[in-house]
């Protein structure tokens, strides 16, 4: 089974304070996607990365950053946090050449 | 609690009835369909697909409908079960995206007991 996990599932974080949301996958997987989901607005995707060393904006990236160092590992960064940046946030990966996104159990930011 | 599904359409249906959630896509180029189950606290989880030179696929207590002259895909779920109550999301990859997919807002499903 394909397995993605989130380094926290719940995080609450001050205005202004710079935040990494941590992404591991276990299959190998060549792409790596981070989306937000909020109420209403379905998911939307800040970034992607189809390798390592590589990533690409996606709908959303206005005040986020990514890394990508190591192919398991995505890394999403808040340079510094904004209470509109409050969301649940929701690292999927990929096999090369396939549409299928596994998804890991998501991380819930609360910016204050 | 939940708030992904403030704003969600619902479906309540009774336990052992089947279920119908239906999808309106939104490019005609799209080449490639999935349905989502998104439970509460936890993230998306991979029911089924298709792909656009199918109009029907079956899986395991689920149907997927594809009709591409309307753009409109529908989940059939078999047997409603309390576990099947979920946020279910429909999603469509794009030709020319490069794998991206774009996600439907999700209809809430609601299995009475």
């Known amino acids: 089974d394909v397995k993605v996990t989130q380094s926290s599932r719940y995080l609450v974080k001050r205005t202004g304070e710079k935040v990494f949301l941590e992404c591991v996958q276990d299959m190998d997987h060549e792409n790596m996607f981070w989306y937000r989901q909020d109420p209403g607005l379905g998911l939307r995707l800040i970034y992607f990365?189809?390798?390592?060393?590589?990533?690409e904006k996606g709908d959303i990236p206005e005040g986020y950053s990514v890394s990508r160092e190591k192919k398991e590992r995505f890394s999403l960064i808040l340079e510094s946090a904004s209470t509109n940046q409050t969301s649940m946030y929701l690292c999927?990966?990929?096999?090369?050449?396939?549409?299928?996104?596994?998804f890991g159990p998501g991380t819930r930011l609360l910016v204050l | 609690g939940e708030s992904v599904g403030l704003h969600l359409p619902t479906l309540s249906v009774q336990e052992g009835d089947n279920s119908i959630i239906n999808c309106a896509y939104s490019n005609s180029a799209s080449d490639y369909f999935i349905w989502y189950k998104q439970e509460s606290g936890k993230g998306p989880q991979f029911i089924i697909d298709i792909r656009s030179n199918m109009d029907k696929r079956q899986g395991q207590r689920v149907t997927v409908l594809l009709n591409k002259t309307v753009k409109h895909l529908s989940l059939q779920i078999a047997a409603t079960q309390p576990g099947d109550s979920a946020v279910y999301f429909c999603?469509?990859?794009?030709?020319?995206?490069?794998?991206?997919?774009?996600f439907g807002s999700g209809t809430r499903l609601l299995v009475r007991p």
């Open positions: 990365s189809y390798d390592v060393k590589m990533k």
């Open positions: 999603a469509e990859n794009w030709m020319d995206s490069s794998y991206k997919l774009i």
């Open positions: 999927a990966s990929s096999r090369d050449n396939e549409e299928t996104q596994y």
